[in-house]
């Protein structure tokens, strides 16, 4: 294996390590002048870019970031609060532009982000020179400055296909996840609100707060577990009430017999038509206490607010409804996949002597979860993560102060995300729990994910049933 194929599979530590020892005098000189090594072979055009990315670079930290990275890792997020001040000789209260706690941590995770953008880009800048290094010795000609934007243009079009989405990505993904990371290790609340007050890290304290069960801190700490478990027992319903449901009414109406088939279908795709919100409010009505059922019915039942029993029937409420608008997913879902299972399956138990109900559960189902398992890990965390179907029932209510205590926040129907939402919007915010509560619905969605996928059939065994 010749040095140049080494270089290409080996890491980019590796790399940069071994362009330091073996590459040229402008390779090293790289490390410090952004493009010299192109410039120093004739290739004005790229180095000119390495080097202006560097210019750039050092402007944006000298004039703007570098202040802002120095507050980040000073041990405060500012000092000077903003106001005003008497100017004796003026006789007039003068502003004081102070600092912005807020501005100031939001600044210096833009300015990380750079950094880490910029460091890629010079890398790329010494792993190029040292390129240019092998091919001079194995006696290759440099790319010009054509060819390399034709292959920009043809063999790496990728490269400037995917670099605005990969900018969106960061702007819009990385930055705001790592900002609101940053604020679960501050005191940001109602108490500590820029501009006119400043807020500063303050540890693990907030974890300490939502996990700890001794001390001053258990009250808070057995909320956040009352509202983590209601957040479990809702997923699981509310994901495998609507597929087994769904596969249920599926095997109906493609059952051999089932007369008017395409009209079944076409009505639960006008059911799916209807917007979810639009169907969600209308429920909300019907179940209020002085909606439509209860005047139908004659009767004053809080289908939607009763605390009774850890507030159970508007629980049951919420699980029956999501029943109701996601049922019609499913089954469209489920009918496409049943069409599909060869019918030499069912022919072969059949003359086995096996029961509809041994087909369906040695044969339709465990196709079925084999193919819909990625399905069914999505919509289960997407239920952790389902904000309109609690808020457009019950608002997170009805309120438990007994249970869930009146200063939390939580209300009996809430889940963690419903919770979040209330921490953030309430008279008296708390930004920094409410964080907490971001991170720790981030980790259980990431790795329940990642572990149910890699063990089930869908991953093992991908050819199983083709």
């Not at 502003?95 to 912005?100: A, F, L, S």
């Not at 907030?206 to 700490?221: E, I, Q, Y």
Request: aromatic residues 14%; contains cysteine.
């Amino acid at each position: 294996m010749s040095k140049k194929n080494k270089i290409k599979k080996s890491g980019i530590g590796k790399d940069l390590i071994s362009a330091f020892k073996n590459g040229s005098h402008a390779t090293r000189l790289s490390f410090l002048v952004m493009g010299f090594g192109q410039l120093f072979r004739g290739q004005i055009a790229k180095g000119a870019v390495y080097l202006l990315t560097e210019v750039i670079f050092l402007l944006y930290m000298i004039l703007f970031g570098g202040r802002y990275i120095i507050h980040l890792f000073s041990g405060n997020l500012g000092t000077k609060l903003s106001g005003e001040q008497w100017n004796e000789a003026l006789q007039i209260f003068e502003k004081i532009q102070g600092h912005n706690s807020f501005l100031i941590l939001l600044y210096g995770v833009v300015s990380l982000v750079v950094i880490a953008l910029f460091l890629v880009v010079w890398a790329m800048n010494v792993k190029g020179s040292f390129q240019n290094d092998l091919r001079l010795k194995n006696g290759e000609r440099l790319s010009t400055f054509k060819e390399d934007i034709h292959a920009l243009l043809n063999e790496r079009f990728y490269a400037p296909l995917l670099a605005l989405p990969f900018l969106g990505l960061i702007v819009f993904t990385v930055m705001p996840l790592v900002f609101m990371v940053l604020i679960a290790f501050t005191n940001y609340d109602y108490a500590h609100m820029p501009p006119g007050k400043l807020f500063d890290w303050v540890g693990i304290e907030n974890f300490k707060t939502m996990f700890s069960l001794s001390g001053g801190n258990s009250g808070f700490a057995m909320v956040f577990l009352r509202v983590l478990l209601w957040t479990f027992v809702w997923a699981f319903f509310a994901t495998f009430t609507n597929y087994f449901f769904g596969l249920i009414v599926a095997l109906l109406i493609q059952k051999k017999g089932i007369r008017l088939k395409a009209l079944w279908r076409t009505l639960f795709v006008v059911a799916i038509a209807v917007p979810q919100f639009v169907t969600l409010l209308l429920m909300q009505k019907i179940l209020d206490g002085d909606g439509i059922l209860n005047k139908l019915l004659g009767t004053n039942i809080l289908w939607l607010a009763d605390q009774r029993n850890f507030s159970l029937l508007p629980r049951l409420m919420i699980i029956l409804v999501n029943i109701w608008i996601g049922v019609p997913y499913t089954l469209l879902m489920c009918s496409g996949i049943l069409m599909n299972i060869p019918a030499d399956y069912y022919e072969a138990a059949k003359i086995d002597g096996a029961s509809p109900v041994r087909i369906f559960f040695h044969i339709t189902l465990p196709y079925m979860l084999h193919i819909t398992t990625p399905y069914l890990i999505t919509q289960f965390v997407g239920n952790i993560n389902n904000f309109n179907v609690i808020w457009l029932l019950t608002g997170g209510g009805p309120v438990d102060n007994v249970y869930y205590g009146s200063g939390s926040g939580a209300q009996s129907t809430d889940l963690l995300v419903t919770w979040l939402y209330r921490l953030t919007t309430d008279q008296n915010p708390k930004y920094n729990v409410a964080s907490v509560i971001g991170i720790v619905i981030f980790v259980i969605s990431a790795v329940l994910s990642l572990i149910t996928f890699n063990r089930t059939s869908s991953a093992k065994s991908e050819e199983a049933f083709q």
